[in-house]
């Protein structure tokens, strides 16, 4: 099965112009300039597919390396399976996930690790990959990591907040850092004084304060600052390389920012909800049916910022700096009726997420039409970085010849209305939609993973199963 893609323009990290690029198979086999024959070979003639993409933007794939399907999280499970989860992926133009194996205190790590490949094997819609959370960190999961990145797992989460849950205290996420400092893996942290909060929760439940809005005012940035710098410091001892999710408050990018220009191996990454929405959105949101439970719909975390502190600017402003690296949704959804709902009478039961796998490519796409990033910086933090990030890079996160044929053709005259309102759609697996009534100016019109057509003028054209695992190396940043 040959493709081509013709007269659009090129998109990398690097530069866009007009360019044909050729599909052989799974593979990008060549990218010449507009018309050309090679070697006096009509091209148009001999393959089997031509996609027209004038005037439309021809872009590596989306990569979103945070996402939660089918997670067992707050007494209940992430309502998007990888099938239906990596579906709606592929519907806004992301091509591969980075998904993460959950082990809880008290299980085996490559026990879990077994248990999540059989979740998603057969199921998934496009290519995926896994990064491995460690609650309690055992001597077993240590000699797990080394195993594990021989595997292709080379990225381990931690988590700083949620007590009981997945909380590592200070000495174990030491122990997991020298571990990573060894193999050249990559520490992720969540970071948020989980002590903190949850004496400002039980405090503000016990004050008759059970609102949804007081999730994000039990969490408050100093809680995030704290815990980064506390992360950056520990990663500083101990040599290994950091990666800090879901950055929410601007004062955590500054510690981020602060240990880059010292030369430390740190990284950020934040969320389209960090960008778009705030406390106050949330304060505001009410309605017929649910009343001010209503905020639940933007009930994760990190939380979303009150707009009058400067974080969203604060975020862009950082994108385009690069003291953020790049952009995942952190995508963990859970419907209103039967799951959000446990939370009514008391935020803290509510279950912590939102889900936004499918809008990440047209949200950050936004940001240059509002002209917040430049064309090629879009490509970079939602695709190019990701796949250098967590090891996948010239397969993944670029148009050239060798690549992967996952490519997205974006056409910038089109429009997108997300939600599920009248004539509004989305494919996750909810029962609203966290983005309902953002418009973007621009559309996902056709998907290829790894050459075939999975999206084409929103329609789902794959299969699940198409997807395959991804074995990742070590992150590209690293020296
Ligand atoms: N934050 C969320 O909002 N959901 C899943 C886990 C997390 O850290
Ligand atoms: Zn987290
Ligand atoms: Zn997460």
């Given at each position: ?462 299969r699940k199963g198409d997807g395959k695992y991804i074995k990742r190396g070590l992150s590209q940043y690293l020296i």
């Amino acid at each position: 099965m040959k493709t081509l893609i013709k007269n659009g323009t090129v998109v990398n990290a690097t530069g866009s112009g007009a360019a044909d690029v050729i599909i052989d198979g799974e593979t990008i086999a060549a990218v010449l300039a507009p018309g050309s024959t090679l070697l006096g070979f009509d091209l148009e003639a001999n393959v089997d597919t031509v996609i027209d993409a004038a005037g439309k933007y021809v872009i590596p794939g989306g990569i979103d390396a945070h996402t939660h399907m089918q997670m067992p999280f707050g007494g209940t499970e992430a309502s998007d399976t990888f099938e239906t989860g990596t579906r709606a992926a592929a519907h806004g133009g992301t091509t591969s996930i980075v998904d993460f194996v959950v082990q809880y205190a008290g299980e085996n790590v490559l026990d879990q690790y077994a248990l999540w490949q059989q979740k998603a094997a057969g199921e998934c819609a496009i290519d995926y990959g896994f990064h491995q959370i460690l609650s309690d960190v055992q001597d077993s999961s240590l000699t797990a990591m080394d195993e594990l990145v021989a595997e292709g797992v080379s990225s381990f989460k931690l988590f700083m907040a949620y007590k009981g849950v997945f909380l590592s205290d200070d000495g174990q996420i030491v122990k997991a850092m020298q571990k990573a400092a060894s193999n050249g893996s990559m520490i992720m942290m969540h970071a948020e004084n989980g002590s903190v909060i949850d004496l400002l929760v039980q405090q503000a439940v016990a004050a008759g304060n059970t609102t949804p809005y007081y999730h994000g005012l039990t969490r408050p940035w100093q809680a995030e600052e704290e815990a980064t710098h506390r992360a950056i410091m520990l990663a500083h001892l101990t040599g290994a390389p950091l990666y800090v999710v879901h950055v929410s408050a601007k004062q955590a990018v500054e510690q981020i920012a602060t240990a880059r220009d010292r030369g430390q191996n740190v990284f950020g990454e934040t969320c389209p909800q960090y960008l778009y929405l705030s406390l106050e959105d949330q304060l505001g949101a009410t309605s017929e049916e649910w009343g001010d439970f209503e905020g639940a719909k933007w009930v994760c975390s990190t939380p979303l910022r009150s707009k009058h502190e400067g974080h969203q600017h604060h975020m862009w402003q950082s994108l385009r700096t690069n003291d953020i690296q790049m952009v995942s949704t952190d995508h963990c959804p859970f419907c209103m009726k039967g799951q959000k709902d446990m939370g009514l009478g008391n935020f803290s039961k509510i279950p912590n997420g939102i889900g936004s796998v499918e809008h990440r490519m047209d949200l950050l796409y936004q940001g240059v039409v509002d002209g917040q990033l430049s064309l090629e910086r879009w490509v970079e933090v939602t695709s190019v970085t990701p796949a250098r990030m967590f090891g996948m890079y010239g397969k993944k996160g670029v148009i050239q010849p060798g690549a992967d044929g996952d490519i997205v053709v974006y056409d910038p005259n089109g429009h997108t209305s997300i939600g599920i309102g009248e004539g509004k759609t989305h494919h996750m697996n909810m029962d609203y939609s966290a983005w309902e009534g953002y418009e973007i100016d621009g559309h996902v019109d056709t998907v290829l993973s790894r050459g075939s057509v999975v999206v084409d003028d929103n329609r789902y054209l794959g299969r699940k199963g198409d997807g395959k695992y991804i074995k990742r190396g070590l992150s590209q940043y690293l020296i």
